[in-house]
């Protein structure tokens, strides 16, 4: 059975292919909606668990309408 290879992120480098700082990401491990793991004094994570978490962040479509609803107000019409 061969095993597959792990690849290692830093949190650095995580935060980086995420667009967010490395607060926001330690936010996101602390929460437990995404897995890292501690190696000694080091936190790294899966690329694929990454990879994973950015599909599951995916926006569905129309779940964002309250955020643009026509409010009928003129100020939104100029």
Do not use: C, N
């Amino acid at each position: 059975m061969a095993q597959e290879e792990i690849s290692w992120l830093s949190t650095r480098e995580a935060a980086g292919q995420l667009g967010i700082t490395t607060r926001t990401l330690y936010r996101l491990i602390d929460s437990g909606q995404l897995p890292a793991y501690k190696f000694g004094r080091v936190i790294r994570l899966k690329q694929h668990e990454v990879e994973a978490f950015v599909e599951a962040s995916r926006i569905v479509p129309g779940e964002l309408e309250h955020l643009y609803a026509d409010s009928g107000t003129a100020d939104d019409e100029a």
